[in-house]
């Protein structure tokens, strides 16, 4: 039993019936269309899944001037086309809101208790009292978009202090990505703020920085909000690694990038690991062990040292730190930004990256990293 039919319920939910097992799947609405934007580094995702654009240098422009370009090519996923792909054919569906999960059973109001060998939560997280991404867009035609595309064919963090705010306000960045040949997403966004940065300054500041480059605001562009959960705590048994009643996959687990936001390659990994096991026979304890070997645990532990600076610091030291992390060597990059499981690679980009902060960065971001706080709960 999968409850939620987002991009993880999906990925799991098509695979298990793939590897011929009985599914169920509870949502309140499982056909309903997905319109955010997703996008992953092209070595993170499986050949079949579908994309509509491909950056092949996408760049970073820091507050001082100058561009990075990562090694790595980004892509967007065509979002449809992956929904269409994550077939329920065969799955019984279960129309209304989960009440309460155990073991093997969902309480659904007016379908009672529903039951079944495993039980797996897909539910997504809540946003509320929790460090939080948000962002707001606006899809823009190609050529108009041009002035926000710095040399390259798309920005994958542009820092330039073109939004109108005050410098020493919450930092945020511009995302410029294509979407296919003809549509550019420009969007204004707030990498980790606990409250989160409300849509209202978010649009303020994306069309404050239209402006700068020339842009005119149009009402009729079709618009995206964002509003995501970072941080979704790991109970204190998980850390210890003893599995919880119901495995959660997705953004339940957390399988969220604590410190990018990043969770739906992931995710569509996951899918099918879990699938074959399930069919192997797998329990509960067998998914979470799955979701959360030691070595995802302590890559987590040390992303979310990350999120706790990266949240400390306002615009100017944002835009130092990012400048000085995107000089690390590419397999530094890599190991930090994605995949979950190699804590030794992640704890090295974060020894690289200490040597190439300025010498303030250098003694305080040790010192924020280390602080007992929220994020270890």
Known sequence: MVVGAG????ALAAAAVTASLDVVVVDPDPDRAWTSTYAAFAHELAPEVPRTATMARPGVATRRGGTSWLADPYVVIDTARLQHSLRLDGVRLVRGRARTLSPTGVDVPG???VTGRVVVDARGALTTGRTVQTAYGVVLGRYEAEPLLARGDGLFMDWRPHHGADPGGPPTFCYVVPLDDERVLV?????AARPGLATAELRARLRHRLAHHGIAEAPDRPEERVRFALAVPLGRAQWAGRAPAVPRIGAAAPVVHPATGYSVAASLRLGPLLAAALADGADAVD???LIWPRSALATHALRLRGLRVLTSFGADETDRF???FFTLAPHHQR????GRDHPG??????AALL???DPDLRRTVPTRAMTRGWVSR
């Open 345 to 350: 690679a992640t704890m090295r980009a974060m």
């Open 111 to 113: 379908h009672g208790t």
């Open 7 to 10: 991009p993880a319920g999906r």
């Open 287 to 289: 998914l979470h062990g």
């Open 355 to 357: 040597p190439r902060l």
């Open 322 to 324: 990012f400048a000085a």
């Open 335 to 338: 190991a930090y930004l994605c």
């Open 187 to 191: 969007e204004e966004t707030s990498l």
